[in-house]
């Protein structure tokens, strides 16, 4: 079955520093990849997400890139705070595919340090 | 509009008990997807169901099952309780089987003892 791998595991950055979570993925007919924080004790929060028809889209300070030729997607924030400290999960979907559902990596814990 | 909300919060159960959670999408939204989140193996999807039936299913026991209303709302049993049930519930609602983006609610704890 689809399977998304996500690294690093931890991550932990001065405040201002950027940071680069990678995701890949194994289905080919994926075409939409969503990222999600997830702040201690809260729910998943959509924070940017992209398809397929698009190689790149920036939302202030985050930005989410896709190259669907190697099957990976990237996560990039630039001028880190501390309340970017959270898990960030990527997942994947084949919208249009017999399985609609979101497929996730195990998660990023981002922790900035001021 | 008002998101995606989930009750109850908090359950403890006791091992062999069977639990019933409920979710209520944002208004409008049709489809509802159940998710499991546990430290080890972190977000595993349970099922969807769209207009009262299930769309497709995850790679979860029998004792895990769902049904949705007529007004959308969801619920999801899980009976025979084991330890390994302990996680937090995540539903997540999107507009139909058609929209890209799901909205979680804040998830149900529940811890079998």
């Known amino acids: 079955g689809e399977n998304v791998e996500q690294h690093p595991s931890t991550l932990s950055v001065q405040e201002g520093d950027s940071a680069v979570i990678k995701c890949t993925y194994s289905?080919?007919?994926?075409?939409?990849f969503p990222w999600y924080k997830q702040e201690l004790g809260k729910r998943p929060q959509l924070i940017i997400d992209?398809?397929?028809?698009?190689g790149e889209k920036k939302d202030q300070r985050i930005a989410v890139t896709l190259n669907k030729t190697a099957k990976h997607f990237s996560l990039h924030i630039t001028e880190t705070q501390p309340e970017d400290s959270a898990v960030y999960f990527c997942?994947?979907?084949?919208?249009?595919?017999?399985?609609?559902?979101?497929?996730f990596g195990k998660g990023t814990k981002l922790s900035v340090k001021p | 509009k008002a998101g995606v909300t989930q009750t109850p919060r908090y359950l403890i159960k006791t091992r062999g008990q069977q639990v019933t959670l409920s979710c209520s999408p944002i208004?409008?939204?049709?489809?509802v997807s159940w998710y499991q989140q546990t430290p080890g193996q972190g977000l595993q999807f349970l099922f969807e169901?769209?207009?009262?039936?299930?769309?497709n299913k995850g790679n979860f026991p029998g004792r895990f099952s769902g049904r949705q209303f007529s007004n959308s709302r969801s619920e999801m049993n899980v009976s025979t309780l084991e330890l390994g049930d302990s996680a937090l519930y995540l539903c997540?609602?999107?507009?139909?089987?058609?929209?890209?983006?799901?909205?979680f609610g804040p998830g149900t704890r529940l811890t079998v003892l």
């Open positions: 997942a994947d979907l084949n919208q249009g595919g017999s399985q609609g559902n979101l497929i």
């Open positions: 289905d080919s007919a994926s075409n939409y």
């Open positions: 997540a609602s999107r507009e139909g089987v058609d929209g890209f983006t799901q909205y």
């Open positions: 208004s409008g939204h049709r489809s």
């Open positions: 169901y769209f207009s009262e039936t299930q769309r």
């Open positions: 992209i398809r397929s028809n698009v």
